[in-house]
């Protein structure tokens, strides 16, 4: 008994080499899979950050440089060279249009989003099917310039704020897509007891559909601004008086008549980018809840 009892306790202190043979090899897909995942990351890491990279290594070239080996690691970094594509692009007088371009073309564009994608999602309007098709369609079909030239010189809109912000606000892009399957994760029975409650539709719409829908308008919204921001053919188009334009187009400053100053160039460029990249880092998570309640519903 006592040598049948201290081999049970042996095996139970080592353990049952079975249970192990099995917990190891459940154990090594777990592995592999880690291993892939980061190696997917670092991929994926390494095609966003080396344009980024490549670019901030052009702005501090010298135009000699450049041309003398445009992929080469600078070794004498011209940092100069921001200050004068600040000064040269003039974008300390554009970046008060890009703002307020953004922010209220933003505004406009989330709020047509919410008004249109909540009826469509709930069915509250005859051809649901279709109107969805059409909020897909619209992502696939061109800038009609011509027409919205026409449409604010018949308004006497060309060469203003308010055009131009009208134009770009009602570009609502996947807004109103994107709104309308995250409204499907709200439960129907809200609008049932709201409407046994006496709640009217647009109290109704912006005192508990729009706190609900946070993530999803703050993701319109993000969006919304990156495209205005980074926005540059309508403004050469619709506007024609230089107080006016946003601050994309000052990159036209530093192309020549038979080359560009690529150095500058890229500084600009960087330029421009940078509030964008700083404000990615504070409102990611949003655009990630955003997405996720989307796909979700």
Do not use: C
């Not at 901030?56 to 080469?72: C, H, M, S, W």
């Amino acid at each position: 008994m006592s040598t049948t009892t201290s081999a049970q306790s042996r095996v139970t202190a080592m353990g049952n080499p079975v249970e192990r043979q099995k917990s190891g090899r459940r154990n090594r897909p777990r592995r592999h899979a880690s291993v892939g995942v980061w190696i997917s990351v670092a991929v994926i890491l390494i095609v966003f950050l080396f344009p980024i990279l490549y670019l901030f290594n052009t702005a501090l070239k010298t135009q000699t440089e450049f041309l003398t080996d445009p992929v080469g690691i600078t070794t004498d970094p011209q940092w100069g060279n921001f200050l004068v594509a600040w000064n040269q692009g003039n974008f300390s007088s554009y970046i008060f249009n890009s703002l307020l371009y953004t922010l209220v073309g933003s505004a406009i564009g989330t709020f047509i989003s919410l008004v249109i994608g909540f009826p469509v999602a709930r069915g509250y309007l005859r051809g649901t099917r279709l109107w969805t098709f059409i909020f897909a369609l619209v992502l696939f079909l061109p800038n009609a310039l011509i027409t919205q030239f026409q449409l604010l010189l018949r308004l006497n809109l060309y060469d203003s704020r308010l055009g131009y912000i009208l134009m770009v606000g009602v570009g609502v892009g996947i807004g109103p897509l994107l709104f309308s399957g995250f409204v499907k994760s709200i439960p129907l029975e809200l609008d049932e007891a709201a409407a046994i409650d006496g709640v009217g539709y647009w109290r109704y719409l912006f005192r508990f559909v729009f706190p609900l829908a946070k993530p999803a308008l703050a993701t319109i919204f993000i969006l919304q601004a990156v495209w205005i921001w980074n926005e540059i053919v309508l403004a050469t188009v619709l506007l024609s008086d230089p107080a006016k334009f946003p601050v994309t187009v000052g990159l036209y400053s530093f192309k020549g008549t038979y080359s560009n100053q690529w150095p500058l160039l890229a500084a600009a460029t960087f330029i421009v980018a940078l509030p964008l990249m700083i404000g990615y880092v504070f409102i990611q998570k949003y655009l990630v809840n955003g997405v996720l309640g989307a796909v979700k519903g």
